[in-house]
């Protein structure tokens, strides 16, 4: 009787060891800020880690895991020079032995299951480095602009680049999509559609319309539907949302509505550290509240900051208007904010006017709502 236990419990445990790693990840970076350093293996959903593995100096490492059914992931490392790379993979399942994924970092490719050939034939298509290079050179430009002139030349150029590689992204993206609606890769493209700037509620629900379970139960992809949702509820034509906050001046709990109070109002949402923020501050919004004080509310609302660092870029830069504190994501969660400066005008009544205003459209907007 014991040995046939013993025999038993062997068995048990030879199967649990073989099926234990069902998939293995064979990894490569290149450039030497990268060797010695911990490569991760994140789920791209939870962005919890998976696994972690050291670079070799030939710029390999490992990763080796289980799953139950294909998983979206992605391999992050940091450089010595605190450079970084990534890439999204999908962890698929092996049958009767561990599947084995390639994945070369450095020039965005993913093969060796069925979904990430797929998924390579995808970035094959969507992944311009000389474009994000372009990117980089005219932010550099932007932040480095010595005047006005040169700033405004340095935005155009990058607008000019990622309007096209939007364009181009989108195209390919809802190509993929189409041809899997049923799988991860499908799911992969949809967020991708989903996140672009502008996209309605209802674009999102007519794709996601005759999609598998794989895709509509998506966690990011559900996410990006709940954005979507207070995106609508805050557009302009309805009512602000209330929120709770912190009066700069005065420390005290308070909410927007107590600060707005029935007036014409100019809500710019920024933080210290964001410097475009900090340039529509002092080019627009500054002077726009010497110059309508009278007539206008303008009202800073500071996000993603710390205090202490609010309060030195306020006195910094001479900032005299009426400042609000969020110290939790709560009021961009509510606007469905991703990006800042977020400049929006609420009319007297609460309804909201005009929202993302950046630049000239500031005082155009504010003309119109006093009827000048």
């Known amino acids: 009787m014991k040995k046939t236990l013993i025999l038993t419990a062997a068995l048990l445990a030879a199967a649990t060891s073989l099926t234990a790693q069902n998939y293995v990840v064979n990894a490569t970076v290149e450039g030497s800020t990268y060797v010695g350093q911990q490569a991760k293996l994140y789920d791209l959903s939870s962005q919890t880690t998976l696994d972690s593995a050291i670079v070799t100096k030939k710029g390999t490492f490992t990763f080796q895991g289980t799953v139950d059914q294909p998983q979206l992931a992605y391999i992050s490392v940091k450089g010595k020079d605190l450079s970084s790379s990534s890439l999204n993979i999908i962890l698929e399942p092996g049958d009767k032995k561990a599947s084995t994924i390639t994945a070369d970092i450095t020039h965005d490719m993913v093969k060796g299951t069925p979904l990430n050939n797929r998924l390579n034939d995808y970035y094959k298509v969507v992944s311009s480095r000389s474009r994000q290079k372009e990117l980089e050179k005219y932010y550099t430009q932007y932040v480095e602009a010595k005047d006005d ?181 709560n009021a961009t969660n509510l606007y469905g904010i991703e990006g800042i400066p977020h400049i929006m005008l609420v009319a007297p009544d609460g309804t909201i006017l005009a929202r993302d205003l950046r630049g000239e459209q500031i005082e155009k907007a504010i003309l119109q709502a006093l009827g000048q």
């Open 149 to 329: 002139a040169a700033r405004n030349r340095a935005e155009q150029l990058y607008d000019s680049v990622d309007n096209l590689d939007r364009q181009m992204l989108k195209e390919e993206s809802l190509r993929a999509y189409s041809d899997n609606k049923d799988n991860v890769v499908g799911a992969y493209a949809m967020y991708v559609i989903a996140s672009a700037d502008g996209i309605t509620l209802k674009e999102v629900e007519d794709l996601l319309s005759d999609a598998g379970e794989a895709v509509t139960s998506y966690k990011p992809i559900l996410t990006i539907i709940d954005r979507l949702k207070r995106l609508e509820a805050t557009a302009v034509g309805q009512h602000f949302t209330d929120f709770d906050c912190i009066d700069f001046e005065t420390g005290e709990p308070t909410n927007l509505s107590n600060k707005i109070n029935g007036r014409l109002a100019l809500v710019d949402f920024w933080a210290s550290w964001c410097r475009p923020c900090r340039h529509e501050i002092a080019t627009n919004l500054i002077p726009l509240y010497e110059k309508y004080r009278d007539q206008l509310l303008i009202l800073g609302v500071d996000v993603w900051d710390k205090p202490d660092k609010h309060r030195e870029a306020v006195e910094q830069m001479g900032i005299k208007y009426p400042q609000i504190i969020d110290p939790t994501p």
